[in-house]
């Protein structure tokens, strides 16, 4: 068996806040991303027969599955939450009024509320493979 744990710190980013919120500028680099962890496991169990060697395994990558933020919005800090939400609720409006009235044309409604609920900016869910291994 063998365990791998990663821990990053978290990269530096530039946050930016409208300046009709907060009137100041923040320097280049004067905040960090959140921390960077998973756990990976792998077990492996090995056999000798007569016509060769074989293992069969287990992997399994982000093993507690922690939804490690990779990248943030830079007016939030986080990767699922963005301050245009608050600041222009409105902002989809038109768009939403389209998909109500041409449903066919256009993905599902849904996706407008998920805009800025980037899972993309996530680390990678659970990940679990099962193998076999031969060696002749």
Partial sequence: ASIIAKLRNGTPYTPSVPSSIQPVAFGQNSDRQPVQSSVDLKLEKFFDLKVGDF?????????????????????????????????????????????????????????????????????????????ISVGL
Avoid: K
């Avoid at 069969?56 to 963005?82: K, P, R």
């Avoid at 600041?87 to 009235?101: K, M, V």
């Avoid at 993905?107 to 680390?123: C, G, I, K, M, T």
């Fill in 55 to 131: 293992s069969v395994f287990m992997q399994i990558n982000n093993l507690f599955d922690w939804n490690t933020e990779n990248t943030v919005f830079s007016n939030t800090g986080s990767a699922l939450s963005n301050l245009n939400e608050t600041l222009n609720p409105s902002l989809f409006n038109n768009l939403r009024d389209e998909i109500r009235a041409n449903p066919a044309d256009f993905f599902p409604e849904r996706f407008v509320e998920d805009f800025y609920q980037r899972e993309d900016f996530l680390a990678e869910p659970r990940e679990v493979r099962l193998g």
